[in-house]
C-alpha cells in the first residue's frame, strides 16, 4: 500500500486520518504487508500554506507524521521522509 505525497497537502489532522485508515482498512495483515507513506516536507517550516490554485502544503517534518499514523497501525518507523507502517 502506497500513500505518496498525500498526508502533506492534507491541512485538518481529522482528513489525514481519514487518509491513513482507509489505507489501514485497505491492508491485509501478514509479516510482508505495509503501507509506506511518502512525505515531501516542503521548506520544513511546519507552518501550513496555501501554495495558489487551491493547492496547500503543511511544511512538517516527516517524523511529524507518525503519530497520527501510529493512532492506527501498531508498528510503526521512519527512514528519510518514507514511513513503513505494519498492522
Known sequence: MTVNNVLNVISD??????????????????PENYAYFLIYEGDKS?????????????N????????????????VFRKGNLIIAQK
Open 46 to 58: 511546519g507552518q501550513g500554506k496555501e501554495k495558489g490554485q487551491g493547492r496547500y502544503q503543511n
Open 13 to 30: 489532522a481529522q482528513n489525514r486520518y481519514r487518509v491513513i485508515k482507509q489505507a489501514y482498512s485497505a491492508l491485509k495483515t501478514g
Open 60 to 75: 512538517m517534518k516527516t517524523v511529524d507524521y507518525i503519530h497520527e499514523i501510529h493512532m492506527l497501525f501498531p508498528k
